[in-house]
């Protein structure tokens, strides 16, 4: 189901204390800006946002970045946000090809990529998240040996990812083709695109890879 765009989200999201409305100035002092040392994990893509929300809400003891270009898409997720907010969650509106420029190198300590648009056309190849010249930015503001954690319900962007990865600095741990049918499912938290296609009978697949810098 496609959001109507709303031409004022943007606005709108400047009301909201976990929205940051100029990321650009925190590169290198997000520890800074979350005011501890905590690890920062960040999903990119967040969506509506229920993953990321419930895990901040789950682990108080990591702080938490919801990425997502679409502001509209983004207001659905911090009206979700409960009342009192979520001190350990900062919510960011750009592309993820900007990353580099928002966070210094290392600076990340895990990424998560939740059901991202697969973008299926040879011609798009470079707009998947999974593409390799993303996996370049990830491996920038990733600290040395950290997670990627990425489900999709896409086999074909799955396999193309599985191919990406193989010439990558990220070295894969765990996969599956069928989430919910294997062990990787404990602790999994469904997104809003996750469950919908369980519901329907798709397989989910997931894989977790590890970086490697040397
Ligand atoms: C298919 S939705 C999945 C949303 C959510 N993760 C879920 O599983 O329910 C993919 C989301 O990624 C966002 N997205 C796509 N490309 C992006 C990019 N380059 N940078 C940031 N967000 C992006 C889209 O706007 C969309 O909200």
């Known amino acids: 189901m496609r959001l109507r765009n709303d031409p004022e989200a943007h606005e709108k999201l400047k009301i909201f204390d976990n ?12 520890h800074a800006y979350f ?3 905590n ?22 003891q ?57 973008w299926p056309k040879y011609r798009h190849t470079k707009r998947r ?31 193309f990812s599985l191919e990406e990865l193989k010439d990558s600095k990220f070295i894969i741990e765990r996969f599956t083709y069928d989430l919910y049918n294997s062990d990787l499912l404990e602790g999994n938290i469904a997104t809003e695109y996750e469950e919908r296609f369980h519901g329907l009978g798709t397989p989910i697949n997931k894989v977790i890879v590890r970086l490697n810098k040397k």
């Open 62 to 118: 990591i702080n938490y970045i919801a990425f997502e270009k679409v502001p509209t898409v983004l207001l659905k997720l911090v009206r979700k946000i409960p009342d009192g907010g979520l001190k350990n969650l900062a919510v960011i509106s750009e592309d993820a090809k900007k990353l580099c420029e928002i966070f210094e190198d290392g600076e990340i300590d895990k990424i998560y990529l939740n059901f991202s648009d697969p």
């Open 129 to 159: 998240l999974t593409a390799k010249p993303f996996l370049n930015i990830y491996e920038r503001v990733l600290k040395d040996n950290s997670l990627i954690e990425f489900k999709t319900d896409n086999r074909p962007f799955f396999d």
């Open 39 to 60: 690890p920062i994990h960040m999903e990119i893509g967040s969506g509506k946002g229920k993953f990321i929300i419930t895990l901040a809400q789950q682990n108080p």
């Open 35 to 37: 005011g501890n040392n």
């Open 19 to 30: 929205y940051i409305q100029n990321p650009f100035e925190y590169r290198g002092k997000w």
